[in-house]
């Protein structure tokens, strides 16, 4: 199993800091929040890491250079995660940890593995439960019982099919890949993978997990500083 970090995001939510720093640099304890998510990644099992990053981000490279276990691709043009995760294809399963999302409290990716072995392999997705009235800020799920019927992206509070949303982690097959080389432009008129697991599940089964951690989203100054309180007392 391969894992793929997107982190080539411009960063923009904690600009001035991130044109010198990364957002994905910033540290948790001693630690950068990177290297956190690629331990997480490690401990799940995978064999490869494979970090996408953008012109500008060599200090990632640099941090993590001599690391036998991880390479780099480059997204030029910032077209969105599913664009992004392309950059980075890979001809196995692939364990997908967003760089700027972190989950304090346990290690979601090898939960997923484990559930996706419980389900034959299955594609699972890491979810959390959001207030309602937050759900349109996220791709809520549909399920019948844990498999997941349809995605539905930022839905209205009226017209979520659940409060169960996509948090941050995903474990795809190698299949997935076909599905972005198709996929046309969505919202914002980037290439959305949330849109292109909507057409996998037409062919393929996806199981939702509701991982008992918390995501805490570092890309913004008031997240960083709840992941700092949240790691602070998980110790």
Do not use: W
């Not at 995978?46 to 250079?65: H, M, N, P, Q």
């Not at 979601?108 to 593995?113: D, F, N, P």
């Not at 539905?152 to 659940?162: F, H, L, N, Q, T």
Request: negative net charge.
């Amino acid at each position: 199993m391969k894992a793929i970090i997107p982190a080539a995001g411009l960063g923009t939510r904690f600009l001035p800091v991130t044109r010198v720093v990364p957002k994905e640099m910033l540290p948790i304890g001693a630690k950068p929040a990177l290297e956190l998510i690629v331990d997480e990644a490690r401990a799940a099992g995978a064999d490869e890491i494979v970090i996408v990053i953008s012109e500008g981000k060599e200090l990632i490279r640099k941090y993590f250079e001599g690391a036998p276990d991880i390479r780099f691709v480059y997204q030029k043009e910032q077209k969105g995660l599913g664009h992004a995760v392309l950059q980075a294809e890979i001809d196995d399963d692939a364990l997908i940890l967003l760089g700027d999302a972190l989950v304090i409290g346990c290690c979601a990716a090898k939960e997923m593995v484990e559930i996706s072995k419980c389900h034959g392999g299955a594609a699972v997705i890491g979810c959390e439960r959001v207030p309602k009235e937050k759900v349109s800020r996220y791709g809520i799920m549909k399920l019948e019982g844990d498999r997941i019927v349809d995605m539905v992206e930022k839905p209205a509070p009226e017209e979520a099919p659940s409060d169960i949303a996509v948090a941050g982690r995903y474990l795809l097959p190698a299949a997935i890949f076909g599905y972005l080389k198709t996929q046309t432009p969505g919202k914002g008129g980037e290439i959305q993978l949330t849109d292109a697991i909507k057409r996998m599940l037409a062919e393929r089964d996806a199981y939702a997990y509701v991982y008992p951690g918390k995501r805490q989203d570092i890309g913004n100054p008031d997240g960083y500083f709840s992941a700092l309180e949240a790691y602070r007392g998980n110790r």
